[in-house]
């Protein structure tokens, strides 16, 4: 049994990480429940889908995948009859193995939205952690499932900029991650009518706005760290996030792994700097 968590009396997730999964889980219309994200393998996403289900004892009329990573994506097959809602970009990103021809897709460009009823569940896309990043909001039950566009405690709550994505428009560059993308995103979800987040790893979200600010705040500096290094002509590994309060506290939260804290440390180092290359990649291409 999957443990499937209320999120609210009509959106449900799984957050626990099993099976190395990203967050999945499901809001439930009148007549039919949306299920999102396609879990990290098909048979964890076979056995989601009967519990989503039977949850609600409604069937599962759509899919929405919040972006292309193997983690999210991977039991995709166990919603092969019913239409794949994603981003424009998300699906223009899929691995090529996947042929979207064996899918019925329901792509968006910014926005769209499915209603039921009364009801009515609004997709957005985001970019930022990758370029077909989106997420899904239910105002019934004021919640965002946002993808991994946010991180909760996993990987220490700092946001990544993915640096691959399975092929990529100019086929030049695989680094798709984009900082000014994630300021927009989280200058955005501020300005919705939000209670909870279902993040794309980790626990949910009780306290959005603080946690979206401090995000914000977090990006904001990094940007300011990395301009400041690219116009002064310095190299990537000058950039320095130290006096930043989620890095000090990543860094207090290794010391708290006893034995693992330098193993912990070492991941930490590696995490940040490829945090520096995706900035210090982005800025200096747009020559600041
Ligand atoms: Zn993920």
Same mark, same amino acid.
């Given at each position: 049994?999957?443990?499937?968590? @209320?999120?609210?009396?009509?959106?449900? @997730?799984?957050?626990?990480?099993?099976?190395?999964?990203?967050?999945?889980?499901?809001? /439930?219309?009148?007549?039919?429940?949306? /299920? #999102?994200? !396609?879990?990290?393998?098909?048979?964890?996403?076979?056995?989601?889908?009967?519990?989503?289900?039977?949850?609600?004892?409604?069937?599962?009329?759509?899919?929405?995948?919040?972006?292309?990573?193997?983690?999210?994506?991977?039991?995709?097959? !166990?919603?092969?009859?019913?239409?794949?809602? /994603?981003?424009?970009?998300?699906?223009?990103?899929?691995?090529?193995?996947?042929?979207?021809?064996?899918?019925?897709?329901?792509?968006?460009?910014?926005?769209?939205? #499915?209603?039921?009823?009364?009801?009515?569940?609004?997709?957005?896309?985001?970019?930022?952690?990758?370029?077909?990043?989106?997420?899904?909001?239910?105002?019934?039950?004021?919640?965002?499932?946002?993808?991994?566009?946010?991180?909760?405690?996993?990987?220490?709550?700092?946001?990544?900029?993915?640096?691959?994505?399975?092929?990529?428009?100019?086929?030049?560059?695989?680094?798709?991650?984009?900082?000014?993308?994630?300021?927009?995103?989280?200058?955005? #979800?501020?300005?919705?009518?939000?209670?909870?987040?279902?993040?794309?790893?980790?626990?949910?979200?009780?306290?959005?706005?603080?946690?979206?600010?401090?995000?914000?705040?977090? #990006?904001?500096?990094?940007?300011? !760290?990395?301009?400041?290094?690219?116009?002064?002509?310095?190299?990537?590994?000058?950039?320095?996030?130290?006096?930043?309060?989620?890095?000090?506290? /990543?860094?207090?939260?290794?010391?708290?792994?006893?034995?693992? @804290?330098?193993?912990?440390?070492?991941?930490?180092?590696?995490?940040?700097?490829?945090?520096?290359? !995706?900035?210090?990649?982005?800025?200096? @291409?747009?020559?600041?």
């Amino acid at each position: 049994m999957i443990e499937l968590e @209320a999120v609210t009396s009509r959106t449900i @997730a799984c957050t626990s990480g099993i099976k190395r999964s990203g967050n999945f889980g499901g809001i /439930a219309l009148q007549t039919f429940v949306i /299920a #999102i994200d !396609a879990t990290s393998s098909l048979d964890l996403s076979r056995q989601f889908r009967k519990q989503l289900e039977e949850t609600f004892n409604l069937p599962v009329k759509y899919l929405f995948l919040t972006h292309t990573h193997s983690d999210h994506r991977n039991g995709l097959q !166990a919603f092969k009859d019913v239409p794949l809602v /994603a981003s424009k970009n998300c699906i223009q990103n899929m691995p090529k193995k996947l042929s979207s021809t064996d899918f019925i897709i329901n792509s968006f460009q910014k926005s769209t939205t #499915i209603e039921d009823g009364l009801s009515t569940v609004e997709f957005h896309w985001f970019g930022g952690h990758t370029i077909g990043s989106s997420g899904a909001y239910f105002p019934d039950d004021r919640t965002l499932f946002s993808g991994d566009l946010i991180f909760h405690r996993f990987n220490f709550s700092i946001p990544f900029l993915t640096f691959y994505q399975n092929k990529s428009f100019d086929n030049m560059s695989k680094k798709t991650g984009n900082p000014e993308e994630y300021i927009v995103a989280f200058e955005n #979800i501020l300005n919705m009518d939000i209670d909870v987040i279902v993040p794309g790893h980790g626990p949910i979200i009780k306290n959005p706005k603080e946690f979206i600010q401090q995000q914000l705040v977090f #990006i904001n500096s990094v940007k300011v !760290a990395t301009l400041e290094v690219v116009r002064n002509n310095e190299s990537m590994e000058d950039i320095c996030l130290n006096d930043l309060k989620l890095v000090q506290l /990543a860094y207090v939260r290794c010391d708290e792994e006893g034995k693992k @804290a330098q193993s912990w440390k070492k991941w930490l180092d590696k995490y940040l700097d490829d945090l520096k290359q !995706a900035f210090y990649t982005y800025y200096m @291409a747009l020559n600041v």
